[in-house]
Every structure is written in C-alpha cells, then in structure tokens.
C-alpha cells in the first residue's frame, strides 16, 4: 500500500505513525480487551488519556495556568454563535475583523442575535491580505475583538497578533494552531476545530482564560455555557473520545518531532519553497500580498484555468491528492499541515515544474 499525498484542507492527513499506533491498538488498548472508543468516558482508562493530552497540549503551546483547555464538539462554526453567547453582554456590541470567507461566517453569526463592528475589512482588495493593525478601528467598550489568523480558503494569515489594548482578542485559528509557537497570553480564547491539525473532525479544541468565564450568562442552556463545559472538564455529556485520543497521539507525536518551534522551522521551509515556485514561474500565480500568506494553505492558479482538469488529473496519478481549490474560488490549493511531509511538497513542486514545462 502507497499513501497518497493528501493536500485537503481538511478532514486532512494524518501523520502516518499515529495512524499505525492507532491501527495496533484498536482491538486491544493497552491490555483492556477493548478499543478506547468502546470504553467509558468516566473510566480511569479514558480519563488518563484525557488527562494527558491536556498536559501534552499545554506543554506544546505553554498554556499559562489561568487558561482552561476545553475539547468539545460542535466544529469551529458552533463557536461562531458560541462565543458572542457566552462573552458580549446585552446591549454590547463586539469587533470583528474580516478577512475572508470564514470571518464572514463568523461575523454573520455574531449579528443574528446582537450588535457587532466591523473593525476592518479588506474585502476591498478580495480577501488578499489581512489588514495592517494602523487599518483597525477597534472600540474601547467591545465585549471582544474576534479574528481568524489563517483564512483556510483564501491562504491569508496575519503576521502578527492584533493589539488590541483592553479588550479581550479571540482567534480562530482551526488552520494555523500547532503549525508554530504562539503566546496564548495575548489571547483571551483561542479555538480550533480539529480537523485540520490537531486530528479527526468531532473535536473542537478551545483555550478559554479563567476571567472570561466569569462572564458566561447562568441563563445559557449549560451545553451553550463555557463555564458549565469548563466546570465538568470537558464532559458535561460524552466528548468525542475517539477523536479526543487521536489528537492526543497527534500531540505526543509533535512532542517527539521536538515542538512546535521545530515543526515551524519545517513549515516555513515547506511554504517558502511552495511560493518560491509559483513566484518564479509565469505559470502559476498566487494572488495573497507577502506578509499575509499562510503556512497552511496556498492556492494558486494556472496560467489558463482550462489546464485544471488535466492539472489535477495528472498530480492524482502521481499520489498528489485534493489539490482542488475551494469551489467559490476556483483553482488550486495545497494544503501543508503538520502531517504532510517535506517530501510531498517537493513531489508536489516537482510535479508542478514538469507541468508547466509541457504546457507552456
Ligand atoms: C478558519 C476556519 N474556521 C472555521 C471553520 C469551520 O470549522 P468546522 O467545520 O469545524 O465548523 C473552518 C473549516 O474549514 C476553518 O477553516
């Protein structure tokens, strides 16, 4: 058996030797006689890998002590209503940052039950860029300034942490979490649906500082209130624990690759060189402004879109999978999470370079 390349942007790869330690132990976990997806959430079993994935988790990120870390369900998108639930008081409006497809469902869902504003928008220049901190017209009485670091569809990320003084920030970051280190300190919760980098959908992953939670309304049904799901640990009902246990071995995994500052070193090299083909050819062409390009995500497009079909045709023959850009924009997008090896991303150039060579 082969494994394909696989540059969905999510449900995405998975590193292969989480997978084979997850294939060894599915009948048997550790001598129980069961799988960890058939035993109780409450039991000593499942509650120690419960235990240390957090501590795994909060060794890789450096989560000070006052920040509680919660695995959930529900996706990024139940966060999207969430969050102004649980943190914008009535009559409180909150800022927004827009920078693509997925701030504007964010935003979108903010705005059905209260008052939000738009701290910026670069909607303008087509989603190509995230707006410099100078750009934000940020308001002192915000109940929080909401952002999404990486855009997975438009391959647009912030090069920095928006100041934002007082108020507190909250990101999105269900495309660019665990890809480098990031100081959760300046966040006052950050969250990510799993699916992406962290390991299968069905979990959603929020880091929560312990004074937002003193916020959450007892008026919330207690499945809606952070507190509530905070207070119980994360099992208020039962979390998803089979995908709770493969991101634990996603976490122990990217612990024995050395942490996150060298799996940035890995990632910044992978993206460079991905960019560095599409900038140095006439072929292929990356709209984002350098400075805001992600990691994560790259698309790009071909000199003449009707190359495509045979474009993805081709790099599927070769092992290099879902490299389809998202339907709204067309193109291609290679997405290069944690999981795919340098080794892909250079088939994927090489690929790319013999391509253009034959149809230029
Ligand atoms: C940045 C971002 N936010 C939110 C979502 C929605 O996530 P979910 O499907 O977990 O609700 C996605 C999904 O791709 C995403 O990329």
Redesign the pocket.
Known sequence: MTRAYNFS??PAMLPQPVLEKARAEILDWQGSGMSIMEMSHRGKEFISVAQKSEQVLRELLSIPDNYKVLFLQ???????ALLPMNFRAEGQSADYIVTGA?SK??IAEAKRLGDVNVAATTEQSKFTRAPKQSELTLSTSAAYVHY?S????GGVEFGYIPDTGEVPLIA????TILSRPIDVKRFAVIY?????NIGP?GL?LLIIRDDMLQKCPDSLPSMFNYKSLADSDSMLNTPPTYSWYLASLVFEWLAQKGGLSAMADVNKRKAEKLYQTIDTSDFYKNPVELGSRSWMNIPFTLKDSKLDAEFLQQATQKGLKTLKGHRSVGGMRASIYNAMPESGVDALIEFMQEFAVRNS
């Open positions: 942007a999510g529900g996706g990024a998108s139940t966060q999207f997925w469902k964010a999404v990486n855009e997975t569809i999105d970051m269900s495309s990510a649906g799993a699916q992406k959908a959603t």
